[in-house]
């Protein structure tokens, strides 16, 4: 996975949209810019200042922040595939999980979506997060396992506009398959990730749909196609 996604990482110039993510960085206020000229969440863009205040702003600098999330991801696979094994074979627990993060580390849409300076990346390695951290709650609930799955599915809210659908998805698996209380407590948990994500979308968000081509396109058909 080190391998695919480092190599000849700084190799092409940034495009268009990557331009857009550097351009961000320059602004005083990052939050007011985004919000009126971005049709994406800010926690990416937070991120990567955080990280060029520590490794610079080479283009080879900016591409290794996606490229270090997309290497969690595979390593994230191992412990979420050894979480949905359904047999206690050893040959199940050792083979299927290493199959898994094989087929990540060399999935082609990944790997490119690992060299560019975009969320894209992040926003994998947390929809992983949020699948795997509410497994872990399905198991054995807690309010830990709980607040983890929930602000899990925040920072993935707050990173790209697409992961408001994993709630619809895990929250449809949690009707159909949570019994009583369980189900209800699935409810309240996609609730709170819902109430961490509302002052973002309420005060910026919101109005992220006047900027062309609006937060409509990053949450819609054309915003799929174009992840």
Do not use: C
Request: charged content about 15%; aromatic content about 12%.
């Amino acid at each position: 996975a080190a391998a695919e996604r480092i190599l000849h990482i700084g190799d092409q110039s940034m495009w268009l949209d990557e331009g857009y993510a550097y351009w961000n960085q320059k602004q005083p206020n990052i939050i007011t810019w985004l919000a009126t000229h971005e049709r994406h969440p800010p926690l990416y863009f937070m991120l990567l200042h955080l990280w060029i205040g520590i490794t610079g702003s080479s283009v080879v600098a900016l591409r290794m922040f996606s490229a270090l999330a997309s290497l969690i991801s595979v390593a994230a696979v191992v412990p979420l595939a050894k979480l949905l094994r359904r047999s206690r074979s050893r040959a199940e627990y050792l083979l299927i999980p290493i199959l898994a993060a094989l087929l990540l580390a060399l999935n082609d849409s990944e790997i490119s979506l690992a060299q560019e300076v975009r969320m894209y990346a992040l926003r994998t390695l947390l929809a992983l997060g949020s699948v795997f951290f509410y497994i872990y709650w399905a198991r054995r609930p807690s309010v830990k396992r709980g607040l983890l799955w929930a602000i899990t599915l925040a920072a993935l809210y707050h990173t790209h506009y697409l992961g408001l659908y994993m709630p619809v998805i895990e929250g449809l698996h949690a009707l159909i398959f949570l019994r009583g209380r369980r189900r209800l407590a699935a409810i309240g948990w996609l609730a709170l990730s819902g109430a961490l994500f509302a002052p973002w979308f309420i005060l910026y968000g919101f109005g992220q749909r006047n900027v062309d081509p609006g937060v409509g396109v990053g949450i819609g058909p054309r915003g799929i196609v174009d992840a």
